[in-house]
């Protein structure tokens, strides 16, 4: 019984923990997208610069 207790919470925790980091992930893009949208966003180079650009120059 107590074995079959432990599977349960175990499952649980993954299911909550497997959601919210879905959750994040979706609220991520959604807040880059509408960043976006309001007509700025920074892009980061491989030299560890960054540029903030404004209106179509974030789409190129």
């Known amino acids: 019984m107590n ?6 919470r ?3 925790v993954a299911t909550v923990v497997g959601i ?3 959750i994040l ?3 991520t893009i959604a807040y ?8 700025w ?6 030299d ?3 540029k903030v ?6 789409w190129k």
């Open 25 to 27: 992930m979706i609220g």
């Open 53 to 58: 650009m404004y209106g179509d120059d974030c």
């Open 32 to 39: 880059d997208r509408w960043r976006v949208s309001q007509g």
């Open 10 to 12: 175990w499952k649980k």
């Open 41 to 46: 966003c920074i892009r980061s180079k491989p």
């Open 20 to 22: 919210a980091t879905l």
């Open 48 to 50: 560890a610069s960054q």
């Open 3 to 8: 074995t079959a207790k432990q599977e349960f």
